[in-house]
């Protein structure tokens, strides 16, 4: 994220610029209001939510979305920067609230998402870090399996 501010005002991020902070919250804010309408349209495609979240779990654990991180989901895209931001502000608000959106999509009557969206999230990032090996698709494999059946995923029920 960096590369936003240096790129729009010649300074490096951690210069502390608020113009900075507002350019990096409204990239955030758009990439959120991106993955809001990807689930909507997964929404609509499937024509139920619990569909729609299975296909979606499919979708964020392929290799095709581990393949392209520039185009994938926010949620991991910005986690690294994010974990490099002040503890307060503008734009890990603006992050936060994605999650909060994010989690509450995947979420149930009887299951909370947040525990979903940072197992997906989480198994995205070390299958992109160690994308190529066998154990990048081994993460893929393995958590798609550990997620769908206990939250009522799996295609085969």
Known sequence: MSSICTARYGQPRNSGTPACDSTIAEAAQAAFGDLDQLLASFDTAH???DTARGALVD???????RD??????PTAGFAGDMAREATAGEVRETYAAGV???AAWLSTDTNDGLPMVA???GAILLARATAGTELSEKILESTHEALT???GLDPEA
């Not at 979708?59 to 979305?65: D, I, T, V």
């Not at 392209?68 to 989901?73: E, I, K, R």
């Open 68 to 73: 392209q991180p520039g185009t994938g989901c």
């Open 59 to 65: 979708f964020y654990l392929s290799a095709e979305h």
């Open 119 to 121: 197992t997906l999230v």
């Open 149 to 151: 059946a206990p939250h």
């Open 100 to 102: 909060e959106e994010f």
């Open 47 to 49: 024509g139920d939510h």
